[in-house]
């Protein structure tokens, strides 16, 4: 599967043109940030955590992102609450494991969560991927080489069993379903001096899923966008703090030709 | 009544110096960029809230600003409590209605809140001021030039039943009490694409009225404040990440002069 | 006891280096920003405040900073359990009483968190320092000339009762253990605009507390990397917004030199 600039361009359009509601179930460390890009890039966040009010804000949602970085036991009832309904209304949901495999609280969280949840795509580095299936939790922390090869293959089961695409971000992004794995290699090491920019990247994966109809081309462009965003934010940016901004600014203008003009597929 | 930009100005300088304390009992999202706001401005900003302390927080406060965008039980608790202290104290008390008509849990919270609470000044734009009385709640969502009249009206109800003053932001603020109406006409579109300025305004309604006596006037200096800043701030910047900041830089700085230039009230 | 900038930036480079983790149990207002300035000096923050999980947490965490600025009675029994299980792991613990004196709520959780946490490192201004000891929480809110020698009166008998260094932070800092009383002089007026950079500063000194043994020399360079990069930042900023940008951007470049150009420390 070949993702093109033109195909890129003409989501961020449609989001532009729609505004889905992205309902954000996330840690307290990103909102901010998470609900700022979405608004840049066109999309309407909303945030809601109490098990009163979810399933009414799932209704009248696009997309659901459901962010474990923050965890606790009322949220944890609300996270399940909510994607239940997400899936029962048909809309795509988005599972970021954050510190999965750092703990058990977290890696029984996210395990529970693509169990009984099904979550359409699920997006993490190497070693949260890593931690969600089997024993491969032992491996936490660590992203060398081998790893990688490691966490596609884990990928690729969860994909398999779970008929979902999942996304492993690092230096080369991997967007992985039952039968494709695609490579983006957009992006810039400043990046993760910035805290939450993987929360964003999910919660973008939503914006993106909302308005299109494969989930694994819809990650395949988010993960571009991020990436490419990034990338002409770093470009001009003196550190992270102008990184952060930049980045906002960017993906809030991001023309058709931005795309092309940096977009770096692998497949 | 006008309000001219000597009279706005007088009451930032009141607020520079007295740097009155606003207590906000507020959502996860905009708790840092509304506390950044208020120190602009020149402001304290405190936020507690755990319902063993909020009763001494208020103690210590000259406005109390409370803000149900991510609301659970805990914290409506405190909310109650907090505006009770505040009314028997008898310093303002700010209500944000976020997101109320979004779901019932909200505007049954809301409308408690006012019912109970008796707020000083309530601040939303037209979906949620008209999801605050009777069955207007169906109409969420949507801010056409019908609503904007549905909303006006229902502002002047609840300014009417609840004695306070009702302020609906938007392309024109308006400021509604029994009496009067009053439009101001500042902002900038680009501002909708910064997360919480809605919330930011209604901080900063806190801080006008813990130096004003008149709620009404209160808001209005608020609401033209905001927008100026805004409409500054938009005219130096490439997109939402560089509004946030210049925001804050023009609020800081802000002058008499600045606010001659560009104030546009509509009686 | 000299601090120089060799010594200041030869912590830096150990942080960049070793990139220890830093575990935050903070307030609701800064996560994000504290996030953005640890990784912004080299460290990684990791956030976590369920029971379930802080113990695995500081299990792999290199120093453990405790801040009360949003308290609630689940957070606090984490904040206890985690410092029990840093103690135990040997880990520095830094606390920041953001508040003590305020609310009797704030004043007896610091204080209970001292009594039984034993903590490494206590940063704080004058008014949350006198907060800790005796009845000085009577003198709250006000910092005079007379409260900064009250002030360093009771820090330095919170040091001598708990072998902690204390940190008094203001336009001097004073870093206090039982024997030595150092003064830094680095810093800006327009830092206190930006909600927030004390308890940077606090996670800051985990970060230093981190890589070097002497907890004082720790809290000492800490404090002299936040004036210095907030004193060279406010220089090029036009307002509290930039401010805030620019500061990670230093955070991020800091070198020997600059270090260098701008410490005043006195002895």
């Given at each position: 599967?070949?993702i093109?600039?033109?195909?890129?361009y003409?989501?961020?359009?449609?989001?532009?043109?729609q505004?889905?509601?992205?309902?954000n179930i996330t840690n307290?460390?990103?909102?901010?940030?998470t609900?700022n890009?979405?608004l840049a890039?066109g999309?309407?966040p909303?945030?809601?955590?109490?098990?009163?009010?979810?399933?009414?804000m799932?209704n009248i949602a696009?997309a659901?992102?459901?962010?474990?970085?923050?965890?606790?036991?009322?949220?944890?009832?609300?996270?399940?609450?909510?994607?239940?309904c997400?899936?029962?209304k048909?809309?795509?949901v988005?599972?970021?494991?954050v510190?999965a495999?750092?703990?058990?609280y977290?890696?029984?969280?996210?395990r529970e969560?693509?169990?009984?949840?099904?979550p359409?795509?699920i997006r993490?580095n190497a070693s949260e991927?890593?931690a969600?299936?089997?024993?491969?939790?032992?491996t936490?922390?660590v992203?060398?080489a081998t790893?990688s090869?490691?966490a596609i293959?884990?990928?690729q089961?969860?994909?398999?069993?779970?008929k979902?695409?999942?996304?492993?971000s690092?230096?080369?992004?991997?967007?992985?379903?039952?039968?494709k794995?695609?490579g983006?290699?957009?992006?810039?090491?400043l990046?993760?001096?910035v805290t939450?920019?993987?929360?964003?990247?999910?919660?973008l994966?939503g914006?993106?899923?909302a308005?299109?109809?494969?989930?694994?081309a819809?990650t395949?462009k988010?993960?571009?966008v991020?990436g490419?965003a990034?990338e002409m934010?770093?470009a001009?940016?003196?550190?992270?703090?102008?990184l952060?901004l930049?980045f906002?600014d960017?993906?809030y203008?991001?023309t058709?030709?931005?795309?092309?003009?940096?977009l770096?597929i692998?497949d």
């Amino acid at each position: 599967m070949i993702i093109n600039a033109a195909q890129i361009y003409k989501s961020i359009e449609a989001i532009r043109m729609q505004a889905p509601v992205v309902h954000n179930i996330t840690n307290y460390v990103v909102m901010n940030s998470t609900a700022n890009a979405l608004l840049a890039i066109g999309a309407s966040p909303v945030m809601a955590h109490a098990e009163e009010e979810v399933a009414e804000m799932v209704n009248i949602a696009q997309a659901l992102v459901i962010n474990i970085g923050t965890l606790s036991e009322l949220w944890i009832s609300s996270m399940f609450k909510a994607v239940h309904c997400a899936r029962k209304k048909g809309i795509p949901v988005i599972l970021d494991p954050v510190g999965a495999g750092a703990t058990a609280y977290r890696t029984r969280t996210a395990r529970e969560l693509i169990d009984r949840g099904q979550p359409t795509i699920i997006r993490g580095n190497a070693s949260e991927i890593m931690a969600l299936y089997d024993d491969r939790s032992k491996t936490k922390g660590v992203d060398s080489a081998t790893d990688s090869d490691v966490a596609i293959a884990t990928a690729q089961k969860l994909a398999q069993t779970h008929k979902c695409v999942v996304c492993i971000s690092g230096a080369t992004d991997y967007i992985i379903d039952e039968e494709k794995i695609l490579g983006i290699k957009n992006g810039h090491p400043l990046m993760t001096k910035v805290t939450g920019l993987g929360c964003t990247a999910s919660a973008l994966c939503g914006a993106f899923a909302a308005v299109e109809k494969s989930p694994f081309a819809a990650t395949a462009k988010a993960m571009a966008v991020m990436g490419i965003a990034g990338e002409m934010a770093a470009a001009t940016s003196s550190g992270p703090g102008s990184l952060q901004l930049n980045f906002l600014d960017i993906l809030y203008r991001l023309t058709e030709d931005d795309i092309n003009k940096h977009l770096k597929i692998e497949d």
